[in-house]
Protein backbone atom coordinates (compact mmCIF):
# COMPACT_ATOMS: atom_id res chain seq x y z
CA UNK A 1 0.00 0.00 0.00
CA UNK A 2 1.06 3.51 -0.71
CA UNK A 3 1.00 6.84 1.08
CA UNK A 4 -2.79 8.92 1.04
CA UNK A 5 -0.85 11.79 -0.45
CA UNK A 6 0.11 9.57 -3.23
CA UNK A 7 -3.27 8.59 -3.97
CA UNK A 8 -3.99 12.37 -3.56
CA UNK A 9 -6.49 11.27 -0.64
CA UNK A 10 -6.81 14.14 2.56
CA UNK A 11 -6.80 12.99 5.45
CA UNK A 12 -9.16 15.17 7.51
CA UNK A 13 -7.52 16.34 10.12
CA UNK A 14 -10.69 16.95 12.11
CA UNK A 15 -12.88 13.92 11.83
CA UNK A 16 -10.49 11.87 9.87
CA UNK A 17 -11.92 10.93 6.67
CA UNK A 18 -9.94 10.33 3.34
CA UNK A 19 -10.86 12.27 0.37
CA UNK A 20 -9.85 12.80 -3.17
CA UNK A 21 -8.37 15.63 -3.99
CA UNK A 22 -9.01 16.55 -8.10
CA UNK A 23 -5.65 15.82 -9.59
CA UNK A 24 -5.08 19.70 -10.60
CA UNK A 25 -5.77 21.80 -7.67
CA UNK A 26 -8.52 24.01 -8.16
CA UNK A 27 -8.64 28.47 -7.24
CA UNK A 28 -10.12 28.07 -4.26
CA UNK A 29 -9.59 25.65 -0.74
CA UNK A 30 -11.21 22.76 -0.39
CA UNK A 31 -13.68 21.38 2.44
CA UNK A 32 -14.29 17.92 4.25
CA UNK A 33 -17.75 16.49 2.90
CA UNK A 34 -18.39 14.99 6.57
CA UNK A 35 -17.38 18.03 9.25
CA UNK A 36 -16.68 20.67 6.72
CA UNK A 37 -12.81 21.70 7.95
CA UNK A 38 -10.52 22.77 5.23
CA UNK A 39 -8.59 19.96 3.46
CA UNK A 40 -5.02 19.60 3.25
CA UNK A 41 -2.46 17.24 2.03
CA UNK A 42 -0.12 18.26 4.81
CA UNK A 43 -0.61 20.80 7.69
CA UNK A 44 -0.36 24.24 5.79
CA UNK A 45 3.09 26.08 7.01
CA UNK A 46 3.80 23.40 9.00
CA UNK A 47 7.77 23.39 9.45
CA UNK A 48 7.61 27.42 9.27
CA UNK A 49 4.98 27.84 12.34
CA UNK A 50 6.98 25.60 13.86
CA UNK A 51 10.09 27.33 13.50
CA UNK A 52 8.58 30.28 14.45
CA UNK A 53 6.94 29.13 18.04
CA UNK A 54 10.40 27.51 18.46
CA UNK A 55 12.19 30.09 18.15
CA UNK A 56 9.58 32.72 20.25
CA UNK A 57 9.60 29.47 22.94
CA UNK A 58 13.54 29.54 23.12
CA UNK A 59 13.33 33.47 23.38
CA UNK A 60 11.01 32.84 26.85
CA UNK A 61 12.84 30.29 28.22
CA UNK A 62 15.85 33.20 28.79
CA UNK A 63 13.63 35.53 30.89
CA UNK A 64 11.70 32.26 32.38
CA UNK A 65 14.94 30.72 33.84
CA UNK A 66 16.31 34.14 34.90
CA UNK A 67 13.66 36.28 36.55
CA UNK A 68 11.89 35.26 40.34
CA UNK A 69 8.68 33.31 39.79
CA UNK A 70 7.57 33.53 42.97
CA UNK A 71 8.43 35.99 46.36
CA UNK A 72 7.88 34.58 49.52
CA UNK A 73 6.73 37.37 52.15
CA UNK A 74 7.73 36.33 55.45
CA UNK A 75 7.94 38.41 58.44
CA UNK A 76 8.08 41.57 55.59
CA UNK A 77 11.42 40.37 54.17
CA UNK A 78 10.70 38.81 50.48
CA UNK A 79 12.55 36.09 49.10
CA UNK A 80 12.45 35.37 45.24
CA UNK A 81 12.83 32.58 43.86
CA UNK A 82 13.35 31.45 40.29
CA UNK A 83 12.56 28.39 39.17
CA UNK A 84 16.21 26.48 39.86
CA UNK A 85 16.62 28.18 42.86
CA UNK A 86 13.53 26.56 44.01
CA UNK A 87 14.42 23.30 43.23
CA UNK A 88 17.92 23.69 44.60
CA UNK A 89 16.02 24.80 48.14
CA UNK A 90 13.84 21.85 48.38
CA UNK A 91 16.57 19.27 47.44
CA UNK A 92 18.33 21.12 50.56
CA UNK A 93 15.61 20.96 52.96
CA UNK A 94 15.45 17.32 52.10
CA UNK A 95 12.13 16.92 50.35
CA UNK A 96 14.13 14.84 47.16
CA UNK A 97 10.43 13.57 46.11
CA UNK A 98 9.32 16.92 45.22
CA UNK A 99 12.40 18.61 43.94
CA UNK A 100 12.72 15.40 41.47
CA UNK A 101 9.08 15.55 40.33
CA UNK A 102 9.77 19.61 40.14
CA UNK A 103 12.63 19.43 38.40
CA UNK A 104 11.06 16.50 35.78
CA UNK A 105 8.49 18.93 34.81
CA UNK A 106 9.87 22.25 35.37
CA UNK A 107 12.93 21.93 34.13
CA UNK A 108 13.78 18.23 32.26
CA UNK A 109 10.89 18.47 30.14
CA UNK A 110 10.57 22.05 28.54
CA UNK A 111 14.33 21.71 27.50
CA UNK A 112 13.67 18.19 26.03
CA UNK A 113 10.88 19.20 24.68
CA UNK A 114 12.68 22.14 22.59
CA UNK A 115 15.74 19.95 21.78
CA UNK A 116 13.80 17.18 20.95
CA UNK A 117 11.22 18.96 18.52
CA UNK A 118 14.21 21.53 17.29
CA UNK A 119 16.16 18.18 16.25
CA UNK A 120 12.69 16.45 14.59
CA UNK A 121 11.73 19.31 12.32
CA UNK A 122 16.09 19.68 11.40
CA UNK A 123 15.42 16.03 10.46
CA UNK A 124 12.67 16.80 8.25
CA UNK A 125 14.16 20.07 6.90
CA UNK A 126 17.03 17.72 5.43
CA UNK A 127 15.42 14.51 4.69
CA UNK A 128 16.89 12.38 7.45
CA UNK A 129 15.85 9.11 6.64
CA UNK A 130 16.91 7.58 10.17
CA UNK A 131 14.27 5.39 11.65
CA UNK A 132 10.93 6.96 11.19
CA UNK A 133 9.02 4.60 13.46
CA UNK A 134 11.60 5.63 16.36
CA UNK A 135 11.18 9.32 15.52
CA UNK A 136 7.04 9.12 15.01
CA UNK A 137 7.30 7.26 19.38
CA UNK A 138 9.14 10.05 20.02
CA UNK A 139 7.09 12.99 18.58
CA UNK A 140 3.68 11.52 20.68
CA UNK A 141 5.86 11.25 23.72
CA UNK A 142 6.65 15.12 23.74
CA UNK A 143 3.49 15.64 22.41
CA UNK A 144 1.64 14.03 24.99
CA UNK A 145 4.43 15.16 27.78
CA UNK A 146 4.25 19.06 27.50
CA UNK A 147 1.16 19.53 29.69
CA UNK A 148 2.47 18.27 32.65
CA UNK A 149 5.24 21.64 32.32
CA UNK A 150 2.29 23.40 33.54
CA UNK A 151 2.97 22.21 37.32
CA UNK A 152 4.55 24.26 38.90
CA UNK A 153 2.29 27.26 37.22
CA UNK A 154 -0.43 25.67 39.03
CA UNK A 155 1.97 25.11 42.27
CA UNK A 156 2.32 28.87 42.73
CA UNK A 157 -1.63 29.48 42.10
CA UNK A 158 -2.39 27.60 44.65
CA UNK A 159 0.61 29.05 46.96
CA UNK A 160 -0.66 32.88 46.32
CA UNK A 161 -4.10 31.18 47.15
CA UNK A 162 -3.57 29.73 50.55
CA UNK A 163 -0.92 32.10 52.03
CA UNK A 164 -2.21 35.10 52.52
CA UNK A 165 -2.20 35.89 55.61
CA UNK A 166 -1.14 39.82 55.06
CA UNK A 167 1.45 40.33 58.55
CA UNK A 168 2.69 37.25 58.84
CA UNK A 169 3.62 35.35 55.48
CA UNK A 170 2.36 36.15 51.84
CA UNK A 171 3.42 34.61 48.45
CA UNK A 172 3.49 36.72 45.38
CA UNK A 173 4.06 35.30 41.58
CA UNK A 174 6.48 36.56 39.97
CA UNK A 175 7.68 37.66 36.12
CA UNK A 176 9.32 34.63 35.44
CA UNK A 177 5.82 32.79 35.70
CA UNK A 178 4.45 35.00 33.04
CA UNK A 179 7.34 34.04 30.81
CA UNK A 180 7.91 30.48 32.30
CA UNK A 181 3.82 29.41 31.36
CA UNK A 182 4.51 31.63 27.92
CA UNK A 183 7.32 28.53 27.44
CA UNK A 184 5.11 25.86 28.00
CA UNK A 185 1.65 27.22 25.79
CA UNK A 186 4.47 28.16 22.87
CA UNK A 187 5.82 24.37 22.69
CA UNK A 188 2.50 23.13 22.94
CA UNK A 189 1.26 24.93 19.92
CA UNK A 190 4.61 23.74 18.17
CA UNK A 191 4.12 20.35 18.73
CA UNK A 192 0.60 20.56 17.42
CA UNK A 193 1.66 22.65 14.11
CA UNK A 194 4.42 19.89 13.57
CA UNK A 195 3.12 17.58 10.73
CA UNK A 196 4.64 14.04 11.44
CA UNK A 197 3.36 12.64 8.12
CA UNK A 198 6.72 14.89 7.02
CA UNK A 199 9.01 12.45 8.41
CA UNK A 200 7.89 9.82 6.07
CA UNK A 201 7.45 11.92 2.88
CA UNK A 202 11.40 11.48 2.38
CA UNK A 203 10.65 7.67 1.70
CA UNK A 204 8.84 8.38 -1.28
CA UNK A 205 10.16 11.14 -2.96
CA UNK A 206 12.57 9.68 -4.50
CA UNK B 1 -18.09 -7.49 6.20
CA UNK B 2 -17.41 -3.61 5.37
CA UNK B 3 -13.63 -2.55 4.61
CA UNK B 4 -12.76 1.26 5.04
CA UNK B 5 -9.76 2.92 4.04
CA UNK B 6 -8.35 4.73 6.62
CA UNK B 7 -5.05 6.82 6.17
CA UNK B 8 -2.59 7.08 9.27
CA UNK B 9 -3.01 9.91 11.48
CA UNK B 10 0.81 9.83 11.95
CA UNK B 11 2.41 8.78 8.93
CA UNK B 12 -0.20 8.68 5.77
CA UNK B 13 -0.15 5.05 5.29
CA UNK B 14 -3.05 3.63 3.81
CA UNK B 15 -5.00 0.89 4.77
CA UNK B 16 -7.80 -1.20 4.70
CA UNK B 17 -9.32 -2.08 7.97
CA UNK B 18 -12.62 -3.91 8.26
CA UNK B 19 -15.28 -3.24 10.23
CA UNK B 20 -14.24 -3.77 13.87
CA UNK B 21 -15.75 -5.73 16.48
CA UNK B 22 -16.42 -4.07 20.42
CA UNK B 23 -13.29 -3.79 21.57
CA UNK B 24 -11.03 -4.27 18.80
CA UNK B 25 -8.48 -1.71 17.75
CA UNK B 26 -6.41 -1.24 14.27
CA UNK B 27 -3.05 -0.12 14.47
CA UNK B 28 -0.96 0.81 11.58
CA UNK B 29 1.49 -1.29 10.32
CA UNK B 30 3.88 0.88 9.41
CA UNK B 31 4.65 3.38 12.14
CA UNK B 32 2.57 1.66 15.34
CA UNK B 33 -0.34 4.79 15.60
CA UNK B 34 -3.97 4.04 16.65
CA UNK B 35 -5.67 3.85 13.04
CA UNK B 36 -9.05 2.98 14.86
CA UNK B 37 -10.84 1.62 18.16
CA UNK B 38 -14.18 0.03 18.36
CA UNK B 39 -15.87 0.52 22.00
CA UNK B 40 -18.87 -1.25 23.25
CA UNK B 41 -22.13 1.58 24.02
CA UNK B 42 -20.17 4.75 23.30
CA UNK B 43 -23.12 6.82 24.03
CA UNK B 44 -24.62 5.13 26.52
CA UNK B 45 -20.74 4.50 28.64
CA UNK B 46 -19.96 8.40 27.68
CA UNK B 47 -23.01 9.63 29.17
CA UNK B 48 -23.13 7.93 32.28
CA UNK B 49 -19.38 8.97 33.48
CA UNK B 50 -19.85 12.44 32.10
CA UNK B 51 -23.17 13.19 34.22
CA UNK B 52 -21.28 12.29 37.04
CA UNK B 53 -18.17 14.11 36.12
CA UNK B 54 -20.77 17.16 35.79
CA UNK B 55 -22.14 16.85 39.40
CA UNK B 56 -18.63 16.67 40.85
CA UNK B 57 -17.65 19.41 39.00
CA UNK B 58 -19.90 21.41 40.61
CA UNK B 59 -19.17 19.88 43.96
CA UNK B 60 -15.22 20.77 44.01
CA UNK B 61 -16.15 24.29 42.47
CA UNK B 62 -18.56 25.43 44.87
CA UNK B 63 -17.11 24.03 48.05
CA UNK B 64 -13.99 24.79 50.66
CA UNK B 65 -11.17 23.00 48.68
CA UNK B 66 -8.09 23.19 51.38
CA UNK B 67 -7.48 24.54 54.90
CA UNK B 68 -4.14 26.38 55.86
CA UNK B 69 -3.70 26.70 59.91
CA UNK B 70 -0.82 28.67 60.48
CA UNK B 71 -0.61 30.34 64.26
CA UNK B 72 -4.00 30.14 65.37
CA UNK B 73 -5.26 31.10 62.00
CA UNK B 74 -7.82 29.60 59.44
CA UNK B 75 -7.50 30.06 55.79
CA UNK B 76 -9.87 28.07 53.47
CA UNK B 77 -9.51 28.08 49.65
CA UNK B 78 -11.71 26.89 47.08
CA UNK B 79 -10.70 25.92 43.82
CA UNK B 80 -10.71 29.19 41.83
CA UNK B 81 -9.25 31.13 44.88
CA UNK B 82 -5.71 31.02 43.20
CA UNK B 83 -7.17 32.47 40.01
CA UNK B 84 -8.65 35.60 41.83
CA UNK B 85 -5.66 36.05 43.87
CA UNK B 86 -3.29 36.04 40.91
CA UNK B 87 -5.54 38.75 39.05
CA UNK B 88 -5.90 41.23 42.41
CA UNK B 89 -1.79 40.78 42.12
CA UNK B 90 -1.90 42.06 38.29
CA UNK B 91 -0.92 38.67 36.61
CA UNK B 92 -3.88 38.50 34.59
CA UNK B 93 -2.32 36.10 31.90
CA UNK B 94 -1.28 33.39 34.39
CA UNK B 95 -5.01 34.04 36.47
CA UNK B 96 -6.59 33.68 32.62
CA UNK B 97 -4.18 30.67 31.74
CA UNK B 98 -4.68 28.59 35.03
CA UNK B 99 -8.29 29.27 34.60
CA UNK B 100 -9.11 28.16 31.24
CA UNK B 101 -6.92 24.87 32.27
CA UNK B 102 -7.87 23.98 35.55
CA UNK B 103 -11.85 25.28 35.29
CA UNK B 104 -12.93 26.40 31.46
CA UNK B 105 -11.74 23.77 29.69
CA UNK B 106 -12.66 20.73 32.07
CA UNK B 107 -16.36 22.40 32.20
CA UNK B 108 -16.73 22.31 28.45
CA UNK B 109 -15.23 19.19 27.60
CA UNK B 110 -17.48 17.45 30.14
CA UNK B 111 -20.47 19.69 28.98
CA UNK B 112 -19.58 18.70 25.77
CA UNK B 113 -19.30 15.69 25.78
CA UNK B 114 -22.92 14.89 28.00
CA UNK B 115 -24.28 16.88 24.63
CA UNK B 116 -23.03 14.85 22.05
CA UNK B 117 -23.77 11.60 24.39
CA UNK B 118 -27.90 12.49 24.54
CA UNK B 119 -27.96 13.47 20.76
CA UNK B 120 -26.88 9.88 19.99
CA UNK B 121 -28.55 8.14 22.52
CA UNK B 122 -32.07 10.36 21.38
CA UNK B 123 -31.20 9.36 17.58
CA UNK B 124 -31.07 13.29 16.63
CA UNK B 125 -28.41 14.84 14.33
CA UNK B 126 -28.32 18.46 15.37
CA UNK B 127 -26.04 21.01 13.36
CA UNK B 128 -24.33 21.97 16.47
CA UNK B 129 -22.84 18.05 16.79
CA UNK B 130 -20.45 18.60 13.93
CA UNK B 131 -18.40 21.91 15.91
CA UNK B 132 -18.85 20.13 18.90
CA UNK B 133 -17.51 16.98 18.13
CA UNK B 134 -14.61 19.09 16.47
CA UNK B 135 -14.19 21.34 19.24
CA UNK B 136 -14.01 18.72 21.83
CA UNK B 137 -11.02 16.90 20.18
CA UNK B 138 -9.03 20.63 20.21
CA UNK B 139 -9.70 21.05 23.95
CA UNK B 140 -8.54 17.74 25.06
CA UNK B 141 -5.04 18.62 25.99
CA UNK B 142 -5.88 21.83 27.63
CA UNK B 143 -8.08 20.49 30.26
CA UNK B 144 -5.71 19.78 32.66
CA UNK B 145 -7.11 18.34 35.97
CA UNK B 146 -4.85 15.64 36.58
CA UNK B 147 -1.85 18.01 36.76
CA UNK B 148 -3.51 20.44 38.74
CA UNK B 149 -4.15 17.29 41.51
CA UNK B 150 -0.08 16.94 41.22
CA UNK B 151 0.20 20.65 41.73
CA UNK B 152 -2.49 20.34 44.81
CA UNK B 153 -0.40 17.41 46.06
CA UNK B 154 3.36 19.27 46.00
CA UNK B 155 2.03 22.57 47.61
CA UNK B 156 0.49 20.89 50.20
CA UNK B 157 4.04 19.40 51.08
CA UNK B 158 6.00 22.62 50.68
CA UNK B 159 3.10 24.55 52.97
CA UNK B 160 3.23 21.33 54.85
CA UNK B 161 6.80 22.44 56.25
CA UNK B 162 4.74 26.29 57.69
CA UNK B 163 2.03 24.90 58.96
CA UNK B 164 -0.80 22.17 58.74
CA UNK B 165 -2.94 21.77 55.69
CA UNK B 166 -5.97 19.91 56.03
CA UNK B 167 -8.02 18.77 52.50
CA UNK B 168 -11.68 19.43 52.29
CA UNK B 169 -15.15 18.07 50.68
CA UNK B 170 -14.31 19.36 47.02
CA UNK B 171 -10.64 17.99 47.26
CA UNK B 172 -12.49 14.67 47.44
CA UNK B 173 -14.82 15.53 44.35
CA UNK B 174 -12.13 16.58 42.38
CA UNK B 175 -10.47 13.18 42.62
CA UNK B 176 -13.30 11.83 41.90
CA UNK B 177 -13.93 13.89 38.98
CA UNK B 178 -10.31 13.23 37.50
CA UNK B 179 -11.32 9.51 37.80
CA UNK B 180 -15.23 9.70 35.86
CA UNK B 181 -13.36 12.02 33.33
CA UNK B 182 -10.81 10.37 32.44
CA UNK B 183 -13.36 7.28 32.05
CA UNK B 184 -15.78 9.07 30.08
CA UNK B 185 -12.84 10.29 27.44
CA UNK B 186 -12.14 6.54 27.57
CA UNK B 187 -15.53 5.73 26.83
CA UNK B 188 -15.92 8.11 24.14
CA UNK B 189 -14.65 7.78 20.47
CA UNK B 190 -15.10 10.95 17.85
CA UNK B 191 -14.85 7.99 15.45
CA UNK B 192 -18.09 6.68 16.20
CA UNK B 193 -19.88 9.83 16.57
CA UNK B 194 -18.35 10.44 13.03
CA UNK B 195 -20.03 7.01 11.85
CA UNK B 196 -23.55 8.16 13.37
CA UNK B 197 -23.26 11.54 11.72
CA UNK B 198 -22.77 9.84 8.37
CA UNK B 199 -26.00 8.03 8.90
CA UNK B 200 -25.27 5.11 11.04
CA UNK B 201 -26.81 3.28 14.42
CA UNK B 202 -25.08 4.97 17.22
CA UNK B 203 -22.87 1.72 18.48
ZN1 LIG C 1 -13.61 16.10 8.21
ZN1 LIG D 1 1.19 5.04 10.56
Redesign the pocket.
Same mark, same amino acid.
Given at each position: MTSARAEHLARCHACGLATQLPACPPGHSLHCPRCDSELHLRKPHSLSRTWALLIAAYLMYIPANLLPVSTIVYMGNGEPDTIISGVMYLFKNGDAPVALLLFIASIAVPFMKLVVLTWLTLCVKFKVRWRPRDRTVIYRVVEGIGRWSMLDIFVIALLVAMVQLQALATIHAGPGAVAFCSVVVLTMFAAESFDPRLMWDSFEES | MHVNRIA =?H? =?D?LQLVHTLMPGESAV =?A? =???LLARSGRDVAERTFAYASASLILFIVANVTPFMEFKIAGRVQIAYLSTGVQQLWADGYGELAVMVAFTSILAPVVLIGGLLAISSAMMLRRRPSWLVVLTRLISRLKVWAMMEVFLLGVIVSAIKLGQMAHVSFDVASLAFVALILSSTAALAAYDPAAVWDYLDGEDPR
Open positions: - | =CD =CQ =CR =CGS
